[in-house]
Structures are given as structure tokens and as C-alpha cells.
């Protein structure tokens, strides 16, 4: 209940629609009364009794009139509600779609790594659709229902109460029967959501990873997984379904005993003669149309409110989410940096209780270059990530130039630190698209220049459609080494003060990744740069090689020095280089 | 549109629920025919001659009637139901059977979310129309006919009168079908659009964050859901149109009925209480006619669904067994090339002439620069793609004549991306074998050089790694796609840079347990480190789609060419430096 009354604030914005639908809705719902009353009408005066009687005359065009009258006007005035109504639904969905998707892309990484891509998506898919229908559908079918069970029971009432209670004395069956079936429907229906996001996710991860399941032959293991999921999935709605269907069919009976004992006593009153059988057939007509019609739809949009109510909790369950990193406050945006970094007694853990950063000290002066190696899973990407500020530290600080970057605002931050993650992600548009992406309103000559620096811009050329060729999804349809040279172009086009490059050259053979050097030598002269790299001769010429293991600092300093230290880095140089060194001394 | 008669098909199996639920159909349509008579009875007989008793068994026919109604129109949803989500769950099946057994050619050009809304959104849809729509849709035909029969029996007429509408029907329903549909189409379009960027953009949200996009990719989704906003807004309009339309011929119908009907009564040709029973009459008969329009919205849907739906179904995998295709049981691990030619789209070759003949036991290493083919290369043998000149042929037998299963669980291949997924360390590594033991699973996990690591985790070999392994390191996720490789025991096995995020101590760890573990068995190497490859017992030099030069390591550094001047880079800086050492 709690999330309906959330959801009718977020609906305050909407109020003037609202209004007008409803409004629009009183009109119709009035609009569709007379039928019954032109029955009674015609009833009473053409009956084989009046027919006897020659005062009443009866007037057969004036009822055409009034029909087709009606009808038009009620049209008229129900495309109107339905315009207003398909607004308010879409505009709805537009508005939540929005306010979703803005708000994921304010969470940080964190929260990415524990959601399943397939769930968010159904989030902001599927969810939201689930309240347009409520919103659009079931929120008005309510309105127009009640304001014409009420009009209805006016007439009746006053038309002849007892009647009226007689066919209103199956009422409270109908209440119990509704509260028998839903509390049961609600429960399935909650779990059905669940095993179908899940199987969802499911999917979509094993469709990604499609290369995989075929590397080991496991198609038919994983068709027959999924047979199990969509079989219980499919059980749980045929359940769901036999309830709904057990409740409205029960819900009709009932409501047949309602119209049985109105012609019952009725009949018993038109027989006495105080009734006339035209009155009988409006109650009749009314009973049927317009009392146990609305009350049988009331009952099935409970169905429809389930569902909503599972997707308002999802949804908001999404909205809720706090980003673990975020501005402060009176955050100021970074000025422009010099690059200079300070790691000051900086720890971290992903998982409390297990610190992959224990309490590194490092100073980076701007402009040089500094290199991390070290044992794979030692912390190295973390340390960079940190730099971008996706999480931030446990304990300690990072600055630059001299400004905790927590307090500055994020994006300037982001915008001045560059980043060519370790594990290359493209987008799947063109090749231009994808470069542009660092800078957004970059030139053609910009765009070929950083491409150039990278050493991608032949490949393109080579291309059929060069610069417009459309690269698959995640870029599929590049090599390995093509999708780091296009992330390093897309990097560099974005002009950072402080360039980090994660691996960014592991799939680069060492003539490639030496003309790349080159270009990024004189591109970035006097910028910060951060180089991670397993083969070494990427980082010889490093102004500080950092060495890592397990989260801590073991060894800085040049090549030469850490080389005359002989300690870890000195191992692994004689480890990579052995054979050249044995060939050297030969 | 023709496709729903296919998804009729479906029902095939399901033949005796079927025929059982027509049956009960026509019995349950037949109950709005009963009712109004039911009424012409009360008003023309009972009331009028006073017959109490008779009143009395009015109460108990409503009562029996919709007692019966109820006993089976329950029997039919229940029915209905059941089918719809039958057909579904077949339908979902075999779309998902099939999308396995499609090459990855089919996954390369396209999006991950757009084959995902086939699985779910569409056949959602789908599921909707066959038990929801579907079956209204059926029933009001069938009432319809029905009621036209019995309309005509009682007062042929009136029936004129009721029926001389419905052209204008038919011909509202005509002028307004032919602006939706083609909205339908493009509505379904946009939509798969936005969950293809949607699903994009929130796999890549790194770079979003890295490069602070987010206000940017917010807009560039909100475009596209604006579009959506738009093209529904036109569709929905034209939609309660052609219903408001309806809604008025409705009223002409009715209202000339009564007019004609009261005409009748005037000249005694009729009695009230028929009139009022043809009146509840042609209620059920334009009802039904109302709901048609609102069924064509779904149908509109659905049918688009459908269509794609068996568009992927008909999507002929490129790779399959060939009729007389063989089992290779025990692989010895000899792989020839001969004459290979190939490229992705058949236009742009991207290998040329490979020659090549791979002894069993042997380890070929393939060097060569960024983008020259080695991927692709590696990829023919596990028959990935299909080459369109020469053979590849495996202990003798070409690759083609092999049933793709038996080559597949024996070659073992580390792709230069690793792919995890969401389930705990242990499932991942046993992913190539599920019959493998514990015991088997932490000897891999020790050859990839993991166990430690693992152990140190609070849960050890059950931590959950999340989507895509995200919480590990690159290094020990190249590290698990390794063991995973190893527990299979392949016969061959392929590495495409697969250490390349190992620092090379790690590196040495690992290789040498794979020696160890894969004496005997031919493997394929692809690395840019050449220390990784120096003693492999030939080293395939690839360079344009060609291969340039083959030989040992000393071989290959003594004659100029690509290989020499790889290495001449690569160790370039170390000799620099080292001489400096030396004199230092
Ligand atoms: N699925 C694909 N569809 C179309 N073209 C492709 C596809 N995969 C690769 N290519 C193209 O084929 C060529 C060779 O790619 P391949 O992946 O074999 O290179 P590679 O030698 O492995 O390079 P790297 O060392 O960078 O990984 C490249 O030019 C690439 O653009
Ligand atoms: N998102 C995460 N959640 C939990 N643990 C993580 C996460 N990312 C990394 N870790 C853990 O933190 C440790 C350091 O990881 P990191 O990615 O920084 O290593 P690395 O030095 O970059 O290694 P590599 O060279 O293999 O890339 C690893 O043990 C890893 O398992
Ligand atoms: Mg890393």
C-alpha cells in the first residue's frame, strides 16, 4: 500500500490530465445510462396491455433519436478520454522511463556487479509497462465503475428499494469469494515474477556468452536448463490462471443469483401490480449491465493491481538505491589540473572485511609516467579505479592537485582523467561513433588525427565503408587488438589530463604497440600518465615503475634501479626476458 | 499474417484438448442465446397470464443455467489457459533450441537485447493473443454465426434490420486497418531498438562512467522512448477512431431495431417481450464486433511477433552436421590445412591460401601483428565458421564430415575474451565437464594457478563471481577460462592470448602445468609476449591473412623478416637497458 501511495504522489504531476479524464469520464459513464430507460420506455407502452390503451402514444423516432444520440455524443466524448488516457499512460511510461534510466546511470559500478543486466533492463521495460496499464487501464475502469455503480443504485433505490436490496443481497458473497481467491493469486503471481526475471537473466547471460556454450558442445545442456525454467514458469501460470478463472466464474454465478431473484420478486410485483414489467426490465438491464458488470471488472483488475504492485516495488526498490559515490554537497568542479597525484595511506576493500588495498603510499608528480606491475589479482586495476573515483576509499585519501577528490564534483574529475580499461568495450555503431565518444563535438580531422596516434586509422581506411563501418555488438566484429586500438583513439580524443592505460596494448604486438608509444609520447608530452602492463618492455622507460603484490606497494623506482635492487621486478624481467639476455650474453 | 496459421500448428499436438474445447465453446456461446429467451418468456407468458409457478421455475432456470454456464466455461479457461501457455512453452523451447544451434556468424551481427525480446518480449505477446484474444476471438465468431441463425428464425425482419449495419462495419474497420498496421510494425521496430541501446549501454556503463556520460546517454535513450512516445500516440489515436466509429454504427443498428421492431408490435405482427429478447440479441452481436477492433490491436502485436518470432526459427544455421556425418571418438590431434580461404562475409577475404600440417603432440605458436588473422585462423578449427575454399581437415578426415559435437568436446579453446558467468567459481570451471568432481575441479583450478586465491575467499570455490565474472580480476579470469579449458581434457587445445593478463611469473606457473598436464595433446598458442611462445615446437608467422614464415624460435630470430623484427622490438628495450646494466 505503501508503494501505491508513492506511486499517486509521482502522479501529482499529472494531475490536470487526470481531471480531464475523469471529468471526461463522468460524461461518458452518465452518457451510457439510458438504454435501460428506453427499454422500460418501450415496455411499458408496448405491451399487450397498452397496446389496448390508445391515450399512449408511442414515439419510435423520438427513441432513434435518443439512441443515436447518445452514441454519438458518447463516442465523441470517449475517444476524447481515450486520447487524454493513452497520454497520461505514455507520457507516464516516457516520464518513469526517464527518471529510471537517469537515476542507474548515477549509481555507481557497484551496484552494476550485483545486478544482473536482464533484471535492470526488465525494470525499465516491463516494469514500468505494468503501471501504464494500471494507469491507463485499470485506474479509469475503477473511476468509471464506481461513479456508475453509484448512479446506478440512485436510480434503483430510488426507483424501488426493496427491489433493489433484493438483488443487492448476494453482495457480501461476492465480497467473500473475491477475498478467498486473491490473497493466493497475489502470492503465485509474486512468485511467477520472480522465476521469470530470473530465467531472464539467464538468458541474456548465456546468449552473451554464446561462444562459450558452443566452444563445449553444451547446447543441449543448456536448452534442457532452460526447459526447466520455462516448465515451472508455465505451471505457475496455468495456476494463476485457474484461480482468476475459479474467481470470476464463481464471482458470474453469484451474480446470476442476484438477476434470478430480481425477476423472482419483481415478477411476484408486477403480477400484484405494483410494479410495471418496463421497470422490472430497466432493473433488469441495469443489474446486469451496469452493477454486476463493474463489480465483476473491479474483481479482475485485482489482478492487474498485483502485478502493478510487484512492479511499483521493483521500481522504486531501483529508484531507492543511493550511488555509493557521490557529490558532496557544496561540491566544487575540479579546475584544470596540472596532474600531480597523491595516494595517501589509501585502503579499499570491494567486500567488507577483505581489504584488496592495504595503505598505499604513492606520490605521482604531474607529468611523468608511472607504471604498475605486479602479480595478476595484486590490486592494480583497483588502484586506477579509484582514481576515477567509480568506489570510494575505505580509509585514507587520493589527491589531485592537492584536491580530495571527493570533494570535487565527479564528472569534472572524470573528464580530466582518461581511462583505456583493461577488458575493451565499444559500442555498436560505427567506427567514427565509437571514437567520437571521448569527445562528442569532435571534428572530422580530430577524429582521424587521434585515430592516427593510434595506429587504427589504416585498418579503418582499409575498410569498405571506412569510417562508417558498423562493428557489431561490443565490437564483434574487430580482432582483439583492433578494439584496443579504437578505446586507445577514443581515449585520446578526449584530451585528459591524466591518461590511464590499463593493459591497453596486451593484444598489440610490439611493432604496433611501439608506433603507438611514439604517437602517445608526443601527444601526452608533459601530461600524468598511468601504464599498467605484464610485458615488460612496455614500461622500461617508466619515471616510476611500481611493483604491487597483494594489495601493497613492494618496490619503486626506475627500471635500473629496481633492476640493481634485484627483488621482484628484477624476477620477473629475468623471467621474460631470459631467453633475449641468454641469447645477449652468448 | 499467414504466419498465425502456422502458430496454429503448434496446436497440432494438443489435438483432443482442442476438439474438447470447441465443445465446449459452442456450449457456453450458447448461454447469451438462452438468457433473452428466458426474458421473452417472463415478460410475454408468465407476466401477463399471472402464472406464480411459473415464476418459480424462472428463478431456478437463471439459477441452472448459469450454474452450468459456470461448471463449464470454468472447464474451458481452465482449458484455454492451459493451452495458450502450452503452445508458448513450445514455442519458447524450440526458439531456444534453435538459437543454440545457430552459428556465431548469426550472433555477430546482431544485438544481445533484440534476441533477447524474441524469447520474452515477443512470445509474451504471442501468449497473450492465444489465450487471451485468441480465444475471445474465436468464441465471438462462433456466437455470432450462431446468434445470425437463431435472429433469423425468430424474425427474419428484424434480423434485416439488425444485420443491414454491419457493412458499414466492415467497411470502418477496412478505411482505419490500413493506417495501423503499418504504425504496429514500426512501433515494434522502435521498440527493439531501444532495448538493443538500452541493453548496450548498461553492459558498457564503464565507459559511460569513465568518459562521465551519463546526461548524454540518458538523452540519446530519451530520444528514442520519445519517438516510441510519438508513434504510439498516432496509432492509439487512429485505434479509438475506428472505435468510436464502431460504437455509433452500433447505436444506428440498435436503434433501427427497436424503431422496426416497435413498428412490428404497433401492427401486432410482434409481442414486447420478443423485441426486448432481440434487443439483448444484438447486444451479443455487436458486442462481439466492438471487441474485434480491440482483438486487432492485440492481433496487430502479436502478429508482428509471431513473424518474427518464426523469422528466427527460420534462420537456417550456417553450421550443421553434414546427413552422414562421423563421430570421432579418441582425436589424435593431427590438423592439416589445405588451400584455406576465407572471410567473414564471403567478400572481404581475411585468410589466404593457408597451408599448414600439424602433427599430433605438436604446439604451434601463432605470432603476428594486430589484425592479421590469427583469431580467425584458430577459429576454423574448432569450426566456428565455415570456410568457403579448401579443407581443414582433422586426423585425415575433413572437418566438414565430422559431427560438430564430437570435434567440440575435444578441443579445448581460451578465447582472447574470457566469458564467465554468473554462478559460483566451482560451477564455472566445471562448465566443460558437469560430471567432474571436486577433486577434479581443484586440480584445474591448481593448474590455472587459482587455488590459492580461491581458498583465501571467504567462501572459497563457492563465491559467486557475479555477471560476467565482474568481481574478478581480468588476470584470474583469463585464469578460469583456462582451467575451465583443462578440466575437459582436451585433445587439442587452443589458447588465443590467453595469458596475456598474466604477469609472466603467474604466466610460467600455469605453462608449466599445462605441460605437463598436456603431453601428447596438439595445442594452438596465439600470444604478443614472445617469451610465451619461445619454445613452442613451431611458430606460425601470420601477417595479412598469410602465412609468412614457419619455423622454431632461433630459426625464425636468424632470417629478417616479421618474426625478427617482433622480436627485435620486444627486447630492443631490454638489451638497451641491460648493456647499460652491464657497463653500469
Ligand atoms: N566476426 C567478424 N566479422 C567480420 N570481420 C571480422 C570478424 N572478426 C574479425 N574480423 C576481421 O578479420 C580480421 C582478422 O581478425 P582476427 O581477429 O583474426 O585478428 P587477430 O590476428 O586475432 O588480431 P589480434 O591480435 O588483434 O587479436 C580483422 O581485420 C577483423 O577486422
Ligand atoms: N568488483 C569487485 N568485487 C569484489 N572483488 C573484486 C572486484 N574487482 C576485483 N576484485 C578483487 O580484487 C583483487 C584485485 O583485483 P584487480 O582487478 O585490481 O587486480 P589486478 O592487479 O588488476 O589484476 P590483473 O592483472 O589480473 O588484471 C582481486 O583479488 C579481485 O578478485
Ligand atoms: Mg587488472
Redesign the interface.
Known sequence: MQNFRRFIKELRAYGRIMLLSVFLTLITATLSLP?PL??KY??DH????A?QNPSLR?N??G???L??G???L???F??WL??CL??LG??F??DM??KL??H???L??GF???????K??SN???DVAALDQLLSGSLITIVQDTVTLTAVLCILLYQNWQLTLVALIVYPIYILNYLAFIGKIKFTHHEMREQRDMM??D?????????????????????RQ??GE??SI?DL??RI??MS??L???A??I???G???L??YG??E??RGTMT?GS??AF?GYIGGYLYGPTLRLIQINDQIARANAALWRIFKTLDMQPNVNDVPNAQPLPPIQGSVHYDHVWFE??P??PVIKGINLEVKAGEMVAF?????SG???LINLL?R?YDVTDGKILVDGHDIREVQ??SL??QV??V???T????TTLRENIR??K?DATEEQIIAAARAANIHH?IEAQ?KGYDTKI???G???????K??IAIA?ALL?DPRILILD?AT?????????LIQEALDRLLAGRTSFVIA????TI??ADKIVVMEKGIIREVGS??EL??LDGVYA???N???????E??AA | MDQIGRLLGYLKPYRKQVVLAVFLLLCVTCTPIAMPL??RY??DD???H?Q?NA??H??????G???V??GI??AL??LL??LG??V??DL??QS??H???LS?SY???????K??AR???DIDTIQYMV?GGFVTFLADVFSVIVLLVVLFLMQWKLAIAAVCVIPFYVLNYKLFIRHIRPLSEKLRERWDAL??I?????????????????????DN??QT??DN?DL??TQ??LN??L???A??I???G???V??YG??L??K?QM??GE??AF?GWIASLYDPAVRLVDFNVTLQWAGAAVDRVFETLDTRPEIVDAPNAISVQEMRGAVEFQDVNFG?DGE?PVLHDINLKVNPGEMIAV?????A????FINLI?R?YDIQHGKVLIDGIDLKQIR??SI??Q???V???S????VPLKENIR??R?DATDIEVLQAAKHADLHE?ILN??QGYDTKI???G???????K??MSIARATL?DPRILILD?AT?????????NVQMALERLLKGRTSFVIA????TI?NADRIVVIDGGRIVDVGT?SEL?ARPGVYQ??YN???????E??L??LL?
Not at chain 1, 548465456?206 to 536448452?223: C, D, N
Not at chain 1, 606491475?373 to 589479482?377: A, F, I, T, W
Not at chain 2, 596475456?500 to 610460467?508: H, I, M, Q, V
Not at chain 2, 604478443?528 to 617469451?531: A, D, I, P, V, Y
Open positions: 438504454p428506453v427499454v418501450l415496455t408496448l405491451s399487450t396491455g397496446l408511442v419510435l423516432i427513441i432513434f433519436g439512441l443515436l447518445t452514441a454519438c458518447s463516442a465523441f470517449g475517444y481515450s486520447v493513452t497520454y505514455q507520457r511510461k516516457l522511463r526517464r534510466y537517469a542507474m546511470q548515477t555507481s559500478l552494476f556487479e550485483k545486478s544482473q543486466t536482464g535492470l533492463m525499465i521495460t516491463n531472464y537473466g538468458l541474456q547471460e548465456k546468449l552473451s556468452g554464446v561462444q562459450v556454450v558452443k566452444s563445449y558442445a553444451k547446447e543441449r545442456f543448456e536448452v532452460f526447459i520455462t516448465r508455465m501460470n496455468v490462471g485457474g478463472t475459479g470470476w466464474t464463481v458470474e454465478l451474480g446470476a443469483i438477476t434470478a431473484l425477476l423472482w415478477g411476484r408486477v403480477i414489467a422490472l426490465m433488469y570491494y567486500e572485511g577483505q606491475v605486479g602479480q595478476s589479482g592494480k586495476t583497483t576515477q567509480h565527479l564528472a572524470r573528464q582518461g581511462v580499461i583493461q577488458e568495450i565499444l559500442f555498436n565518444y571521448g562528442l585498418v569498405p557489431g555488438e561490443d564483434t566484429k574487430l580482432s582483439g587488438g583492433e584496443q586500438r577514443r578526449s593493459e596486451s593484444s598489440l604486438d610490439s611493432e604496433t604497440e611501439a605484464h610485458r615488460l618492455s622500461v622507460k627500471h635500473d633492476l640493481a624476477g620477473l624481467y623471467q621474460q626476458f631470459k631467453v633475449a639476455l641469447e645477449h | 428466458v426474458v417472463t415478460i408468465v407476466l401477463p399471472k406464480w415464476l418459480n424462472v428463478f431456478w432456470m437463471i439459477i443455467l448459469y450454474a454456464r459456470g466455461s470454468f479457461n481452465y489457459g492451459w501457455q502450452r508458448v512453452f519458447r523451447f531456444y533450441r538459437l543454440n544451434r556465431l550472433y555477430d551481427t546482431r544485438q544481445t537485447g534476441i533477447m524469447l520474452t518480449g489465450s532495448l538493443g538500452l541493453w548496450e549501454k548498461l553492459v558498457g556503463i564503464t565507459v559511460v562512467k569513465a568518459f562521465a556520460r551519463e546526461e548524454f546517454e540518458t535513450v530519451m522512448i520519445k512516445f504510439a500516440m492509439m489515436k479509438r477512431k472505435g468510436a466509429f460504437q455509433v452500433r447505436a444506428l440498435t436503434g433501427l427497436l424503431w416497435g413498428a408490435i404497433l401486432r409481442q414486447i423485441l426486448l434487443n567473414y572481404h605470432v603476428g601483428p594486430s589484425g588473422g590469427k583469431t580467425t574448432a566456428f560438430l559435437e567440440r568436446r578441443i579445448g579453446i578465447s582472447q575474451e566469458l564467465l558467468f554468473s562448465y566443460g558437469k586465491f575467499l571467504p557475479g555477471e560476467d565482474i568481481k574478478l580480476s581480468v588476470g584470474q583469463q585464469r575437459t592470448d596475456s593478463a598474466l604477469d609472466s611469473k603467474t604466466e610460467a604478443h609476449r614472445l617469451s619461445m624460435h630470430v623484427n617482433l622490438e620486444q627486447y630492443k628495450s631490454a638489451r637497458h641491460s647499460e646494466a653500469a
